[in-house]
């Protein structure tokens, strides 16, 4: 796995390199090989930083290292999820905007080891940006992931009503249920 930093080339160095094609970008500063094959591991990796001890990389970020999305850069912003009582501060280079903790004991419990960092399952990704994320994106995610069969009906409607409560539940719910009518899973 060969991640490439802008800072160990210099600016122009990296500039000329993603122009002609020789870098290929996965977040501002860090790219791959063109030649490279782009893994599951490899996205994992460029996140690294982004990931403090004891938390799990989640949300649209976690569904990118999972596949969705992954021709492109990685999201803008970063949802880690920490357990009860983790207040982590932003890691170096990632501003609060563009980077979020969020304490979700689930997300974690149903993480894996992926290039090295803790990514939650498909269907606590799933959950945050169907409950409160932007609905466009929510539901391109959730048609991702059943159409490539990433998750099924029965697995998504349990890790999605994990964790919730009230109005960000229902809508959780009420998105992937029409995600799954659409799809002909229900």
């Not at 990632?94 to 992926?114: E, H, L």
């Not at 059943?146 to 964790?163: C, P």
């Amino acid at each position: 796995m060969a991640l490439l930093y802008a800072t160990d080339v210099g600016e122009s160095a990296w500039q000329r390199m993603t122009r002609d094609g020789v870098v290929v970008l996965l977040r501002p500063g860090v790219g791959h090989a063109s030649t490279a094959e782009r893994s599951a591991a490899l996205r994992a990796a460029s996140l690294a930083a982004a990931v403090p001890r004891r938390a799990t990389l989640a949300g649209a970020a976690a569904l990118w290292v999972h596949g969705w999305r992954a021709d492109g850069a990685a999201p803008r912003r970063i949802d880690v999820a920490v357990p009860r009582g983790c207040h982590p501060d932003p890691p170096p280079g990632f501003f609060t905007p563009w980077w979020q903790f969020v304490t979700d004991r689930a997300a974690c419990a149903a993480a894996s080891t992926i290039g090295g960092v803790s990514v939650t399952d498909v269907g606590s990704a799933l959950r945050p940006l169907l409950s409160r994320g932007d609905l466009g994106e929510a539901l391109d995610a959730a048609w991702w992931a059943l159409s490539k069969g990433r998750i099924d009906e029965a697995s998504g409607t349990r890790a999605i009503a994990t964790g919730t409560r009230g109005l960000p539940r229902q809508r959780a719910l009420a998105a992937w249920n029409a995600v799954c009518k659409a799809s002909g899973a229900a």
